[in-house]
Nanobody, 120 residues
Framework: QVYLVESGGGLVQPGGSLRLSCAAS????????MGWYRQAPGKQRELVAV???????DYADSVKGRFTISRDNAENTVYLQMNSLKPEDTTVYYC??????????????WGQGTQVTVSS
């Protein structure tokens, strides 16, 4: 079994910052890509940022220059530093990771979601 536990969401004023964390635990052989997604009510889940095991990153156009994704491979943890937050960033953020529990078994796993609210 694999678990992803997120933390770091909350309420922040426009222009403020938050840092999300997502720690993977359980039966882990290898973690490849890790990423953050968000989903507003009534909308499809969208990619925010992704990072490969080698450290290559990609971002949604809406967050480029404001958000930074990073990971600690030793701790099986991915982070999302969010700066210059806007009200339109308000939604639930989900962590995702592609994890192999053995050399021949892998899957895509999701965290429980963490609410980010940007409001004055």
């Amino acid at each position: 079994q694999v678990y992803l536990v997120e933390s770091g969401g909350g309420l922040v004023q426009p222009g403020g910052s938050l840092r999300l964390s997502c720690a993977a635990s359980g039966s882990i052989f290898r973690i490849s890509a890790m990423g953050w997604y968000r989903q507003a009510p009534g909308k499809q889940r969208e990619l925010v940022a992704v990072i490969t095991s080698g450290g290559n990153t990609d971002y949604a156009d809406s967050v480029k220059g404001r958000f930074t994704i990073s990971r600690d491979n030793a701790e099986n943890t991915v982070y999302l530093q969010m700066n210059s937050l806007k009200p339109e960033d308000t939604t639930v953020y989900y962590c995702n990771a592609h994890i192999s529990s053995s050399p021949i078994k892998s899957g895509s796993y999701w965290g429980q979601g963490t609410q980010v609210t940007v409001s004055s």
